[in-house]
């Protein structure tokens, strides 16, 4: 199974969060995702940290029968931002 990006945050800012209402998803897919951040830049941060919380919210079933998935990106940083793409390895049963 390969892992792929379904999206991409491109700036969130230091201690903010960003979230996002993705509608891809078949009646019988089963998904798995993770998290990869990249350190942003901050006025007078010579290191700038990289470190984000991805939560998978809420699920909803449209009346086509597809799923739709909520999520959430937490920017734990407090000098600098961040970018966060979600990556996602998907099974259909």
């Not at 491109?10 to 897919?29: F, K, M, T």
């Not at 951040?37 to 984000?52: L, Q």
Request: with cysteine; glycine share 8%.
């Amino acid at each position: 199974m390969t892992a792929f990006r379904v999206y991409r945050f491109d700036y969130i800012a230091p201690n903010a969060s960003a979230s996002v209402y993705l509608h891809p998803y078949g009646d019988r897919e089963a998904v798995a995702q993770s998290a990869v951040v990249y350190a942003g830049s901050g006025a007078g941060v010579p290191n700038p940290k990289g470190d984000a919380t991805l939560t998978v919210g809420r699920a909803t079933r449209h009346v086509d029968g597809t799923i739709a998935r909520t999520f959430h990106v937490q920017n734990h940083a407090p000098f600098n931002s961040c970018t966060v793409d979600v990556l996602e390895i998907a099974e259909t049963f």
